[in-house]
């Protein structure tokens, strides 16, 4: 007998794993594996997972679902495979729906041009300057994501100006610790890329770029994991909705 765990609306925001337990006859012993599938609205396979044997009879998917910010909706299916030599009974092929995310409504908030679509669960925990020079921060459970703006010299990017851009979003007492620096580029526009470990309990690793807009704007967009690790990947998912005009 198999008994799967599973719900039936799921957002972007979650990460649900595949649960499934087996009930074997009183007396017998088998080999049993397990795996599944997941198929989108256009019965075309989204992803797989593999399950593993954790206490007494659960079985586990290694990884969890992890939907784009913009899933389709519709009817979505979980099908379990179980490979065993004994008859299985129990319901192995389950429906769910996607629920549609809001965002915040930001075009009063970035500078003119710019776009990030952070969605509504997203609290906002610093709200610094105004849409010429300021900041935002957004938090969700154990993730967040920030974005920093100002205006910078008007040559190409340089690291060193990068680092006075960066500096300027740490905080002073408690600054993270920059453990690799990239030179990488953002809509075609040169940038950096900065990987630091935030410290203390609600620390984590972050990843953050500086980039310079066609405009000569610095922005600074950051990705971290509150208390945490590895970062959450639903964060980098937002990050990379962040566009700026190129004029």
Sequence with gaps: IINVTWPEKISALEAPFVVADIMLPQGIATDVALSAKIYDPKSAVFTTFDLTRQRNN???????????????????????????????VGERMLSFETVPLAFHPLSETLPAGVTLRVPQAFAEVTAEGDQYAGGRVWRYENGEIALWWAPGPTEPLLLNNAVVMLEATHDPNAPPKVELVEETAWQERPAF???EQWPGRQGGPAETWVIQGANYWLYVLRI???GVEP??????????TFTFDKQ
């Design 58 to 88: 659960r079985y586990v998917s290694v990884s969890p679902l992890e939907l784009p910010l913009d899933a389709p909706t519709g009817h979505w299916w979980l099908v379990v495979h179980v490979e065993t030599e004994l008859d299985v």
């Design 193 to 195: 890329l900065f990987q």
């Design 224 to 226: 971290r994991a509150v």
């Design 231 to 240: 970062i959450p990947a639903i964060l980098r998912e937002i990050a990379a």
